[in-house]
Nanobody, 115 residues
Framework: QVQLVESGGGLVQAGGSLRLSCVAS????????MAWYRQAPGKQREWVAT????????RYADSVKGRFSISRDNVKNTIYLQMNSLKPEDTAVYSC????????WGQGTQVTVSS
């Protein structure tokens, strides 16, 4: 069964850091462009970052550029999101999926940044 499991969220003060992980139980993981998304309360889900199949090319939303870093381990079927200099506006449920969002969404991991 195809599954996405996110972890690593928590409560952190503004300026702090967190590292999120997402394990994807798909056999074709290494061929998938993967991405992180987030959804804040009362808002639409938004794209955060994308990483190419080999991990060489990354893209970021302007709101996180310079603070967040996406990476992947194709042996472990895992992508990561290193989040530094966190701001209260980064508070959201963070989820991963392919760039095409063609896998059923996992439950995500809650990130709460206090001011």
């Amino acid at each position: 069964q195809v599954q996405l499991v996110e972890s690593g969220g928590g409560l952190v003060q503004a300026g702090g850091s967190l590292r999120l992980s997402c394990v994807a139980s798909i056999s074709s993981f290494r061929f998938k462009i993967m991405a992180w998304y987030r959804q804040a309360p009362g808002k639409q889900r938004e794209w955060v970052a994308t990483i190419s199949t080999g991990g060489v090319t990354t893209r970021y939303a302007d709101s996180v550029k310079g603070r967040f870093s996406i990476s992947r381990d194709n042996v472990k079927n895992t992508i990561y999101l290193q989040m530094n200099s966190l701001k209260p506006e980064d508070t959201a449920v963070y989820s991963c999926n392919t760039a095409q969002q063609d896998i059923g969404w996992g439950q995500g991991t809650q990130v709460t940044v206090s001011s």
